[in-house]
């Protein structure tokens, strides 16, 4: 399965931004996946992750309560909705679909990942 990871760009602290990560070549919808990201110098990190049906869902602590992962089946989309954007938010964006059916997150669980898409906060 393709990965395609889009809706990154630059918005300003307290924005918002919906990135959508879109398969293709097949559906992942038995799979978990995950949004990951990594800063310039940094390690990638886990962001959120989502089970294959939806019903399960796991944060980051750093983006608890700011945001919200979700996904629509039958358009075989996850998207990330981004809120209370932080300077400390900047990164590359990628997703990833899990071995597995549920929200883990390690990276070492996912299998196939997309391009990274960018954003930026400025302060």
């Known amino acids: 399965v393709q990965l395609q990871a889009s809706g990154g760009g630059l918005v300003q602290a307290g924005g918002s931004l919906r990135l959508s990560c879109e398969a293709s070549g097949r559906t992942f919808s038995n799979n978990g996946v995950g949004w990951f990201r990594q800063a310039p110098g940094k390690e990638r990190e886990f962001v959120a992750a989502?089970?294959?049906?939806?019903?399960?869902?796991n944060y980051a602590d750093s983006v608890k309560g700011r945001f919200t992962i979700s996904r629509d089946i039958a358009k075989n989309t996850v998207d990330l909705q981004m809120n209370s954007l932080k300077p400390e938010d900047t990164a590359s964006y990628y997703c990833a679909a899990s071995f597995r059916g549920t929200a883990g997150r390690s990276a070492s669980l996912y299998k196939y990942w997309g391009q990274g898409t960018l954003v930026t906060v400025s302060s």
């Open positions: 989502i089970s294959w049906n939806g019903g399960s869902t």
